[in-house]
């Protein structure tokens, strides 16, 4: 059985992921709260420095966490998402191709919310700052859910828990991945 486990996700990766669901989670919490100001501007900054280093990670990190192994176009995306209809859905041992699309947007607008936060605290751009950083902070509290519930239908179609992928880094190898 261990023999066909495989290391996808390396250890700064499940950190990375972890530390950004427990900040994005709490600078959301603590928005509202002009007591807790200091709290929300610290945790926002701590995703965009979370974010930063995934960047680079995703230029020098091993093979599963590098964007190349997870760069999927148009066409890779409507191949996979018409290939869960049928009875064989495409598996992957990396993000699969819609995962990154939810991925790609979260990293977006987690540095859209970092910047306009940033904006707003030292009184750049005025009302519409503010609009706008409230709203890249919603889009990505919703595209959240919408991460999580892929999350849960990708784990039952697939029969494998990625869930627990993300915390001990291992997946098990399919039949369509020899070697
Ligand atoms: C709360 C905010 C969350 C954010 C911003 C977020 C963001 C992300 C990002 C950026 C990745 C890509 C990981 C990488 O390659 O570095 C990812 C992957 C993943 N996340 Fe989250 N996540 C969140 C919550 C959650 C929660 C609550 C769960 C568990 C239920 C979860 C489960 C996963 C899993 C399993 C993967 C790997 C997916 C795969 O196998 O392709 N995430 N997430
Ligand atoms: C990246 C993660 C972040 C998230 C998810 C987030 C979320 C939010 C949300 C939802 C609000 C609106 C609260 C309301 O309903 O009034 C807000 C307000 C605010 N945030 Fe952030 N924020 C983040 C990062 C930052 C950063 C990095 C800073 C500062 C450097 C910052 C500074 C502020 C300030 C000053 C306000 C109050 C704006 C006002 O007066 O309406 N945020 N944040």
Request: glycine residues 8%; without cysteine; hydrophobic residues 50%.
């Amino acid at each position: 059985m261990e023999k066909s486990m495989i290391r996808v996700w390396d250890l700064p990766v499940r950190i990375f992921h972890w530390l950004l669901v427990l900040s994005f989670t709490g600078a959301f919490v603590t928005a509202e709260s002009e007591r807790l100001r200091d709290v929300h501007v610290v945790l926002g900054y701590t995703v965009l420095g979370l974010l930063a280093f995934r960047l680079v990670w995703a230029v020098v990190g091993t093979r599963y966490a590098r964007l190349s192994s997870f760069a999927f176009g148009p066409r890779a995306l409507a191949d996979y998402l018409r290939s869960l209809l049928t009875t064989r859905p495409r598996h992957y041992l990396g993000h699969n191709p819609a995962g990154s699309w939810v991925i790609y947007l979260l990293v977006l607008l987690g540095i859209t919310a970092g910047a306009t936060g940033y904006a707003t605290y030292n009184d750049i751009g005025g009302e519409w700052m503010e609009d706008l950083h409230e709203g890249a902070a919603n889009a990505m509290l919703t595209l959240v859910f919408v991460h999580v519930a892929g999350v849960i239908v990708s784990s039952l179609l697939h029969r494998e828990n990625l869930v627990k992928s993300m915390v001990t880094g291992y997946k098990l190898r399919h039949d369509e991945h020899p070697g």
